[in-house]
């Protein structure tokens, strides 16, 4: 059975940071594309990062510059490294899975088949 389980959450002082894990099993990851979303409360789900089997990465304007997606394939996961935290990152991140996409498609959650059961971060002082 194919799964991805979030893993890293927290709670944080801003500017500081946090490394959130993405673990599949049932699947390789590194012939998929594998997507970080976020949702606050009261707002709608967001894309975060993205990385194809290719290995290009798509970042949301709100984070570029600040996070950084990679993968690990000996370990079947992949990671999302947050740096320089705000208080608006607050959010559950969720991972999710795609056997393919356009690059267009990336932070684009409906482009999704598989997903975790999300991670809860928390960016305060």
């Known amino acids: 059975q194919l799964q991805l389980v979030e893993s890293g959450g927290g709670l944080v002082q801003p500017g500081r940071s946090l490394r959130l894990s993405c673990a599949a099993s049932g699947f390789t990851l590194d012939y998929y594309a594998i997507g970080w979303f976020r949702q606050a409360p009261g707002k709608e789900r967001e894309g975060v990062s993205c990385i194809r089997s290719s290995d290009n990465t798509v970042y949301a304007d709100s984070v570029k510059g600040r996070f950084t997606i990679s993968r690990d394939n000996a370990k079947n996961t992949v990671y999302l490294q947050m740096d320089r935290l705000k208080p608006e990152d607050t959010a559950v991140y969720y991972c999710?899975?795609?056997?393919?996409?356009?690059?267009?498609?990336?932070?684009?959650?409906?482009?999704?088949?598989?997903w975790g059961q999300g991670t809860q971060v928390t960016v305060s002082s």
């Open positions: 999710a899975a795609v056997r393919s996409l356009l690059f267009r498609q990336c932070l684009q959650s409906l482009s999704y088949d598989y």
